[in-house]
């Protein structure tokens, strides 16, 4: 923790400092003026008509207010962006690649900065960056245990939720790993998770291993620090249980969150999980989801994380692109982000620091029986080291592909 | 110049093909400097030999081509062999138009949404005569077999190789082939299966080809019906290309060399089962059996066809009603509610998407009709007709971008026109399209060309036209038909393509198909069946167009008016 404060503590210094603090701004001024009349091409998941329509509005919004061009690149995953970016740099072109921004989490984050495929430092340039307070919020400036180094910008938050039909389920819902296990025994066929590398499903394996592996402290160092067998070998005891029970005898897996929820509507599952804990009830609203829909945290807490908008090393509008990412963290854009009837997803700011007329933004009334209350989102785990979660997804696909 | 068109056509569909797979082939043994890799290594293969599953990949690649071709063509023969010229023949043939032009995407999602243990008829008949009051746990999309997936790719290619049938049947008049045999004592399936068969066959060859190329390498049906553990070769490649993990690229381009092996070595087996029942074959025709037990052929050439049909649309329709459902629970038959809500929140995102899939679709086909009909007026003119249905005539090499399956070698094509120095635009787009639009629109159009009674240009010249004018004033009008079939087609396919797209152009340039395939990842139905129902009713457009223009412009000419 203490490593990660030091790296924060020149912008705190920088902006704690009046003259400093002006040539930054006029840093800035500087950057909004070049970034006048770019085009900014945004790659960005685009499964989600929820999400696409808030992009839409930041178009408009970066449009008006900065006269930035921006075009949402709609891609199905994360991974052709990072593949073009890569193409580009085999081809030899560093200075007029087609990605400017692009968004962003862990795993593709390491990949990316593995291999030099990232423009920055530039997250600390962005004024509304301090309204995160990284010097408490430590979470913004790390992407799976690795420090961001200023590499990518925080955008939203996701943690595990879980959720169920309460009509279709008599008992309560399982509220740890064994009692999901036991549940499943029970309803056998009703419960599912995404097929791996599918980046929930591989969530939920870390959640698992979290939960039943002896010492948890070697799985926030690279795994080839510890005894990879003899760590995991509680989690593959306990799939192979598991399994058996699961939706399709475990034979098939559905491809990713969304097909889970899509299950969940036609009443194929009775329990599902998801990385957004507004999704359930704004699939409520969408018609997707039954009225009687409810969500809850594991005991213990969940899996939780940050993720990110990044700009390729070779992208010619840097300019542009951190204007939008600065759009993306103003109090404006993440209270309509976080606003149930926009898309749901948790602010990165931090709102207790925030003045009360800004703090009002964030308000939400929370009548939805479908939405949890922020509070019960308090106990959330460290995503452990991006390593273990590619080491994870090859044992599982060693495992379970192909029997 | 007209020379030169034949040419150019080659060169525009030999030379980027070659290109990508050369970019295919140097990091499938280890060269891509750009993640360091820059000696030649067998590295990637063991790596790739390594995969699990690897193996039922391949097998199942490989049996969805040769089973999905081997029951499409069984199907569309027999429904051919057993024809009368009934209404109902006559209403099979006028759907295969929107059949084809249905994109694959869309029918795989219908598919699936129809046979699924939630879907449309289990809900039918469910909870009075299933007794199920939830959805049953069974496997049956993405079952591990690919059986859903081979189900899924029959529907789209009977109707592709019936039109191809259609198409060269009136070459060699299968009527007084069939009348003769008849006269010989032959009953009428028995003898259309022995004379016009055997006739048949040869020319629709390449479209045959095509067929087992492209079930062993599909990316987008496989991706909605196929196994997903391991899913088939060409998906597990794409998973492998857009791993976050860039060393995957190695085993991903070892993976597509591998795809090419798999592809040709379906091909290779088809050509030898070919020879098997051609020797088969004439020992039947030898015997001269004149035919028993026709009936229940008859039966199965229509009711196969029909069923096929039936499947799409109902599948179809069931994507349409998703499209205006509000609460739909199991095992209700029809949804709680429905709602205008998907269409109304898809429409303004609609018009720029529909626009660009428009464009590029014309311009692609513009560009494929043009140099089509110089490579034919060239062939008419110097009297060289090519060699039908050999494989080794210049022409063949037509079929290229048809038999290369598209991931093997459209990232290597990437990283070449990033060499290249040119960026993302529609025209590169556009030229992606061509390599796969051009080859059907060559497909659809040279049989009705080649077919152009001769008598008609000799008159016209002998009055004194030029050769010019003929082409202008005597042969285009009166193929206008077939033009605008061929056209038609064209645009069909090009609407259909996803992987060119999204690779030429960065992700930048918004098709409808782009767009309902990123919101194909966020698996909501009714947002699929909005879009699904864009993507297929944009080609029928075109269909309608080449159906109704001629009878418009010719109405007082009824044998200009098509058949189609």
């Given at each position: 923790m203490s490593l990660r404060l030091l790296r924060v503590l020149p912008l705190a210094a920088m902006l704690a400092h009046p003259l400093h603090a002006a040539s930054a701004l006029q840093e800035w001024e500087s950057v909004l003026d070049e970034a006048r009349g770019q085009t900014v091409y945004w790659h960005a998941w685009a499964g989600d008509t929820r999400i696409n329509d808030y992009l839409d509005w930041v178009k408009r919004r970066v449009r008006d207010e900065h006269e930035v061009e921006l075009v949402h690149v709609k891609i199905d995953d994360t991974g052709s962006a990072v593949s073009r970016v890569l193409a580009e740099r085999s081809a030899g072109n560093h200075d007029?690649?087609?990605?400017?921004?692009?968004?962003?989490?862990?795993?593709?984050?390491?990949?990316?900065?593995?291999?030099?495929?990232?423009?920055?430092?530039?997250?600390?340039?962005?004024?509304?960056?301090?309204?995160?307070?990284?010097?408490?919020?430590?979470?913004?400036?790390?992407?799976?245990?690795?420090?961001?180094?200023?590499?990518e910008s925080p955008w939203g938050k996701a943690q595990i939720t879980f959720y169920y039909d309460a009509e279709a389920l008599d008992e309560e819902p399982p509220r740890n790993m064994a009692q999901l296990l036991a549940w499943a025994e029970i309803n056998p066929g009703r419960f599912t998770y995404p097929r791996i590398p599918d980046f929930l499903g591989s969530t939920f394996l870390k959640q698992a291993l979290i939960a039943l592996a002896d010492d948890t402290d070697v799985l926030y160092e690279p795994v080839v620090q510890s005894d990879f067998e003899a760590v995991t070998a509680p989690l593959w005891e306990y799939l192979d249980a598991l399994h058996p029970h699961l939706w399709r005898r475990g034979r098939q897996f559905p491809a990713n969150g969304p097909e889970l929820r899509r299950l969940m509507g036609d009443g194929e599952l009775s329990l599902a999980f998801t990385f957004n804990p507004a999704e359930p009830a704004a699939a409520v609203a969408d018609f997707e989801l039954p009225e009687s829909t409810r969500s809850y945290v594991l005991e213990g807490g969940t899996l939780g994380n940050v993720h990110f908008v990044a700009i390729p090393f070779n992208?010619?509008?840097?300019?542009?692109?951190?204007?939008?990412?600065?759009?993306?963290?103003?109090?404006?854009?993440?209270?309509?982000?976080?606003?149930?009837?926009?898309?749901?997803?948790?602010?990165?700011?931090?709102?207790?620091?925030?003045?009360?007329?800004?703090?009002?933004?964030?308000?939400?009334?929370?009548?939805?029986?479908?939405?949890?209350?922020?509070?019960?989102?308090?106990?959330?785990?460290?995503?452990?080291?991006?390593?273990?979660?590619?080491?994870?997804?090859?044992?599982?696909?060693?495992?379970?592909?192909?029997? | 110049m007209l020379r030169l068109a034949p040419l150019l056509i080659v060169t525009l569909l030999v030379g980027p093909i070659l290109a990508g797979l050369t970019m295919a082939l140097l990091p499938a043994f280890g060269y891509l400097p750009a993640l360091g890799g820059e000696r030649l290594s067998l590295a990637p293969w063991r790596e790739l030999f390594a995969q699990p599953g690897l193996a039922r990949s391949v097998a199942v690649s490989f049996a969805s081509g040769l089973v999905t071709t081997a029951v499409s063509l069984a199907v569309v023969l027999l429904f051919l062999a057993s024809v009368s010229g009934s209404r109902l023949d006559r209403w099979i043939r006028r759907m295969v138009a929107p059949l084809l032009s249905l994109p694959h995407a869309a029918a795989a999602f219908g598919l699936a949404f129809l046979i699924a243990p939630s879907g449309l008829l289990a809900r039918l008949v469910s909870p009075e005569l299933s007794g199920w009051q939830r959805?049953?746990?069974?496997?049956?999309?993405?079952?591990?077999?690919?059986?859903?997936?081979?189900?899924?790719?029959?529907?789209?290619?009977?109707?592709?190789?019936?039109?191809?049938?259609?198409?060269?049947?009136?070459?060699?008049?299968?009527?007084?082939?069939?009348?003769?045999a008849r006269s010989l004592g032959y009953r009428p399936m028995t003898a259309w299966l022995k004379v016009v068969v055997p006739a048949l066959y040869p020319l629709i060859r390449l479209p045959v080809y095509a067929v087992i190329a492209y079930a062993t390498a599909v990316v987008d049906v496989a991706l909605i019906l196929g196994p997903t553990l391991p899913p088939t070769l060409a998906v597990s490649i794409l998973a492998w290309y857009q791993d976050p993990d860039l060393s995957r690229r190695l085993v991903a381009s070892a993976g597509a060399v591998l795809q090419l092996g798999v592809t040709a070595s379906a091909l290779a087996v088809w050509w030898c089962l070919e020879g098997l029942v051609a020797r088969l074959g004439r020992a039947w025709l030898a015997r001269g059996g004149r035919g028993q037990g026709e009936q229940p052929l008859r039966l199965a050439g229509k009711g196969l066809i029909l069923l096929a049909s039936l499947t799409a649309f109902v599948g179809l329709a069931g994507l349409a009603l998703s499209s205006i459902a509000g609460l739909w629970r199991f095992p209700d038959a029809l949804p709680q509610a429905v709602t205008a809500a998907h269409w109304l929140r898809a429409l303004p995102t609609l018009a720029g998407p529909v626009a660009t899939t428009a464009l590029i679709a014309i311009g692609a086909t513009l560009i494929a009709l043009a140099l089509t009909l110089a490579a034919l007026e060239n062939e008419q003119r110097s009297g060289r007709h090519p060699a039908e249905g050999k494989l080794l005539s210049a022409l063949t090499l037509l079929y290229l971008p048809l038999i290369v399956p598209q991931i093997a070698f459209l990232f290597g094509l990437v990283v070449v026109m990033e060499s290249l120095g040119t960026r993302p635009r529609l025209?590169?787009?556009?030229?992606?399209?061509?390599?796969?639009?051009?080859?059907?629109?060559?497909?659809?159009?040279?049989?009705?060309?080649?077919r152009f009674d001769p008598r008609w240009s000799q008159l016209a010249l002998s009055l004194g036209t030029s050769r010019h004018a003929v082409f202008w004033r005597v042969r285009l009008p009166m193929l206008l038909a077939p033009l605008l079939t061929a056209g038609a087609v064209g645009l069909a396919v090009s609407i259909g393509q996803y992987l060119p797209t999204l690779l030429l152009g960065a992700g930048r340039i918004a098709t409808v198909t782009t767009e309902a395939v990123s919101l194909a990842a966020g698996g909501n139905r009714r947002v699929i069946g909005v879009w699904a129902l864009v993507q297929a009713s944009l080609p029928l457009v075109g269909f309608l167009i080449a159906v109704g223009l001629p009878r418009l412009l010719w109405s007082n000419r009824r044998g200009m008016r098509g058949s189609l």
């Open positions: 007029d690649g087609s990605v400017d921004l692009v968004w962003l989490n862990g795993e593709n984050f390491a990949a990316m900065k593995e291999n030099d495929l990232l423009y920055g430092p530039f997250a600390e340039q962005l004024p509304n960056f301090s309204l995160t307070h990284p010097e408490h919020n430590p979470e913004v400036v790390t992407d799976f245990t690795l420090p961001t180094e200023g590499y992208s010619p509008r840097r300019a542009g692109a951190m204007v939008v990412a600065n759009f993306l963290l103003s109090p404006e854009a993440q209270a309509r982000k976080q606003d149930l009837a926009v898309w749901g997803d948790p602010t990165v700011l931090d709102v207790t620091r925030l003045d009360a007329e800004t703090r009002s933004l964030f308000e939400q009334e929370s009548d939805n029986p479908a939405l949890l209350p922020p509070e019960a989102l308090a106990e959330t785990l460290p995503e452990p080291h991006p390593s273990w979660m590619t080491a994870l997804q090859d044992a599982w696909q060693a495992r379970y592909v192909g029997r | 959805p049953p746990d069974l496997l049956i999309v993405n079952d591990p077999w690919g059986l859903t997936l081979m189900a899924g790719l029959v529907v789209k290619e009977i109707p592709f190789l019936l039109l191809m049938s259609l198409a060269a049947l009136p070459q060699f008049d299968p009527e007084r082939r069939v009348a003769m025209w590169l787009v556009i030229f992606g399209h061509l390599l796969f639009v051009l080859p059907y629109v060559f497909l659809s159009l040279s049989e009705a060309y080649r």
